[in-house]
């Protein structure tokens, strides 16, 4: 690691304009004071790439009250600017190093009338930038409030985006100008076929969400959509507002360590119980498919076996106790012992992770996170839990916190977007946030959800193979392809699939029938990690194609997905190491093959230099294993 720090210390009351580059030199903004005689006045950013404008003047503030409708003019008293030249090393994610470089500017600022100060916070990445409000404490002030923010989102033109208004929505293709209140972030925003940018947000721990509404007055213009009012005690600060800026939605991708970068460091001091897998769901509830799971889990490498909705009682019901095991009659006959599972799991290392829905979590959080330890429980999946608002917002890393006390490891279900939290909490393994397999969405969303959604982080995509809705929606060399490219410490995998030994009443007439079977291909997923040393983004367009690279140690495994219509995937092996012979083993789309799943499996030998090249259909995929002969 290396720390290179300058700081440049400017008294003032009368600036006009202060500019922060990008270590690069790629990126500038401009933080703009059309100060008035008294020395006030309302600042703005703008941003530009080289000589290109991406943004221009986009306003900052906040109000503090209902009645206030604009933001209260500021001086800036001083700046500072520094700079940082790091590295840091995750316990886990997409790649084993993230660069941490910038540059910061400090604006300190007063607030007019009311003598409020606080620092406008400025960091320009290479890979984007980022800014934040910091209150200090001060007399006379305990509590700070914001009733809303005022940042505005100012584009040089109506360009084209891809919104959606919850998590879990389907995307559409529209414009800046005809985005409606409450689109979510991140939004990506393609002002040409070379430039990409996204809105983001980092850090958000106690705060309320905020989501994006259209300015109102102002055209090509965005404004921050606060989920409530917030009222933080001094010091505080606001979480970060994120621009990311790539010359395609692959680099975007690639790049979305920014949002890590933005939150603080590891507050786990020994993260050794911390382990990624990958997860079959029981869907059951019994004990016969519990221990069925487990065997499967063992034969075919995966790490845990979960228990989802079901297992205490019916889990809408605001009396269901967590600290029981009722299965709900609705879901499944039982028996379900799951103690005896959990004894089984463990004897061959497999862990076993527990669905709770919020209504128990919110009033037993504290008596079963314990309990849950004495059981021998991994980890715990938040299931349909509130967010947005300050309170519940704050409630959910609380949660993780506590969870993280009794080295419990956590997924959090349903609306919740990831801001980086992970890398304060690396307990906090994947959530969902995300619309994934369960709810049959064709490889056009799929790939716009890729380019959109997981540029905020880790998402649980519920993957499917053996389920009906896999051929009519894609394909399963489509289905491998997905597990490499949809990033997930925990990766669920067999979403709505079972082992054949978990019940006798199984229907074996229907070839696609949620039972799994013995398809060469599962090697694939057998051998796959959840958690990579390196990712490259190869190429890909949203909503049509992806081709995504990551490596594990001497291995790279490689996802190709489609949409819309037949192309020629060409994917050059120039990520591998030179002089070095390897056996790739390839994984493609044959109706000839007579299985169930029509995945036809190649093994070639292959170097750095070669280009390995497919047709693959509107619907199809290609996944490639590589490893290394020498």
């Known amino acids: ?34 100060n008035d005689n008294s020395g006030y006045a309302t600042p703005t950013y703008t941003l530009q790439q080289g000589s290109t404008l991406l943004m221009p003047p986009s306003r900052l503030g906040f109000t503090r009250s209902n009645s206030q409708q604009t933001a209260n003019p500021v001086k800036i008293l001083s700046s500072q600017k520094s700079s940082q030249n790091s590295s840091w090393r995750p316990v886990y994610g997409e790649r084993t190093e993230i660069p941490d470089v910038y540059n910061e500017l400090t604006l300190n600022a007063q607030e007019k009338d009311s003598n409020l100060e606080y620092q406008i916070i400025f960091r320009a990445y290479n890979e984007g930038i980022a800014f934040c409000y910091q209150f200090p404490k001060q007399a006379g002030l305990e509590t700070l409030h914001i009733e809303k923010e005022l940042t505005e989102f100012s584009f040089d033109n109506n360009h084209t985006t891809w919104a959606a208004y919850k998590a879990q929505a389907e995307y559409e293709k529209t414009t800046v100008n005809e985005i409606k209140p409450g689109c979510e972030r991140p939004l990506v925003i393609k002002k040409d076929e070379t430039t990409y940018l996204a809105i983001a947000e980092a850090r958000l721990v106690d705060y309320a969400r905020m989501k994006l509404m259209p300015q109102g007055e102002k055209p090509n213009t965005l404004l921050s959509d606060l989920a409530g009012p917030v009222t933080l005690a001094l010091p ?41 897998g990958k997860v079959i769901r029981e869907t059951t509830l019994t004990t016969r498919g519990g221990l069925a799971c487990v065997d499967f889990a063992v034969e075919h490498n995966l790490q845990y076996v979960e228990f989802d909705a079901g297992w205490y009682g019916h889990e809408y019901d605001e009396k269901s106790d967590a600290t029981t095991i009722t299965v709900d009659p609705k879901r499944s006959p039982g028996p379900l012992d799951l103690q005896r599972i959990i004894q089984y799991a463990k004897e061959r290392n497999i862990g076993i992770i527990v669905y709770v829905n919020r209504r128990a979590l919110e009033k037993q959080l504290d008596e079963i996170l314990p309990l849950y330890v004495q059981w021998g429980i991994s980890g715990v999946k938040y299931g349909f839990v509130n967010v947005g608002t300050q309170k519940w917002t704050t409630w959910l890393h609380m949660a993780v916190r506590k969870a993280a006390q009794y080295k419990l490891m956590v997924d959090v279900h349903d609306e919740y977007r990831p801001t980086g939290y992970t890398r304060t909490y690396p ?147 120039n990520f591998l190491s030179p002089n070095t012979k390897w056996s790739a083993t390839v994984y493609s789309n044959d109706t000839s093959i007579k299985t169930r799943t029509q995945v036809k499996i190649e093994n070639i030998k292959v170097t750095s230099k070669d280009v390995i090249t497919k047709s693959i259909s509107a619907q199809g995929g290609l996944a490639i294993r590589l490893e290394s002969l020498q």
């Open 427 to 573: 307990n906090f393994m994947t959530q969902e946030g995300i619309r994934g397999d369960e709810v049959r969405q064709p490889n056009e969303l799929t790939l716009t959800t890729l380019f959109t959604r997981m540029l905020a982080g880790a998402g649980d995509n519920t993957l499917c193979y053996f389920n009906p809705r896999v051929p009519k929606y894609n394909s399963h060399a489509y289905q491998l392809a997905k597990a490499v490219c949809f990033y997930s410490p925990w990766q669920f995998l067999y979403w709505y699939d079972r082992p054949k030994a978990s019940s006798d009443n199984i229907d074996d007439s229907q070839p696609m029938n949620g039972v799994i079977g013995d398809e060469p291909e599962l090697e694939f997923f057998d051998a796959i990690p959840t958690v990579w040393d390196e990712t490259k983004v190869i190429d890909g367009s949203i909503g049509e194609y992806a081709i995504i690279a990551r490596r594990s140690d001497k291995q790279w495994f490689v996802g190709c997905m489609n949409s819309g219509k037949e192309r020629e995937f060409k994917v050059p092996l």
């Open 236 to 276: 505080c600060s606001t979480p970060w507002r994120v621009v990311m800026v790539g010359d395609s939605p692959g680099e975007l991708l690639e790049n979305n360590y920014l949002i890590l970068n933005l939150n603080d460091p590891c507050e786990i001091k020994d993260t050794s119980w911390i382990k990624p």
């Open 1 to 34: 690691m290396k720390y290179i720090f300058t700081f440049l210390l400017l008294a003032s009351v009368s600036v006009s304009a202060v500019e922060l580059v990008s270590p690069d030199q790629s990126l500038k903004i401009e933080i703009q004071m059309d």
